[in-house]
């Protein structure tokens, strides 16, 4: 038995319809694949392997935050290890000077103007801030870890309470002079030197922590990545600037001034050491921030190689298919408007 197939505009018109939609569709996949050389649902191409790709992709995302993170974390370094050179170099200029002073007259009026010069450098550098944190305050990175010494101020306050206690009279007093030579040298190796120790230091000077930040430079490497403004070769400069800033220096004998001297170059070499030991670990630190950075760029590499393996789509392949499907799309589209064209009245 013999049959028909039924024709019609309408059929036509519908599967041509269907036909463009398809190929739309289909060109906007390989339009993307021709545009980003790699598969436009890589789910739906790699199946099986879809957990491989997803893995390498955690694992190239990791390495990037790494590599992100050492970057701010060698900015932070970077400007500690600066402040920790330029107070040392203040410092072994500041010696240089103190020792020329010891035996001059009028050795406490050379040397007030570079010492007190000197304890605001030291408090602004510890009191610097990067990227909004202070980079001297431990974990406490939110607050200026130093105190301002100035009139009024809780350090200010106890070095004029410990003074007056000690002598009966304040530093600006004529009375200064009276001080003997050992019993300057009793009041700064037991009262003025608890102000710059434990806990004293931590009430009237520094809201620093001891504990400083730690950072993760690579998948298996943990390193201290700041600095306390409570390391001793702060404290020890602070002290000595302090002391030939604020105790009365001008009007005291040169004998007692030359204990306060001595004292106070004890303490600038020992905080130049400390600072030099300091800059020593920072700059350990940096260098193997450095090394893993490198390191994880390495690891990128390969693991972009890996994806693109995986991913990759043949460009020119994906821009033929372009071209064929616009093809396929223009053509439809004019048959389209020639079958709307098409009437039974013309027959009539």
Known sequence: MMSANYISTLMLSSSLRYSITSNQSALSKA???ATT???ADVGLELGASTGSDVSLRADLSFADQLIDTNGLVSGRLDVTQNRITQLGTTAQDFLKNLIAARDADSGARIILPSASANLQDLIGALNVSYNGSYLFAGINTQNAPITNYAAGSANKNQVDSDFLSTFGFSQSSASVSSIAP???QSFLNTTFDAEFASPAW?????????????????????????????EPGFR????????????????MSQATFQTVVDKAISLVSGGINDLAVLGGSVGAVQQRITSATDKLN????ILNKQIVGMEQVDPAEASVRVNTLQTQIQTALALTSQLQKISLINYL
């Open 31 to 33: 339009s993307t694949e």
């Open 37 to 39: 050389g790699r598969f």
């Open 182 to 184: 050992a019993q300057m």
């Open 202 to 230: 931590n009430t009237n000077w520094s809201s620093a922590t001891d504990q400083t930040l730690t950072s993760r430079i690579s998948t298996t490497e943990v390193v201290d990545s700041s600095v306390s403004a409570n």
């Open 236 to 251: 020890k400069l602070a002290e000595a600037y302090t002391m030939l800033t604020d105790l009365g220096n001008t009007n």
């Open 298 to 301: 390495t690891q990128k590499d």
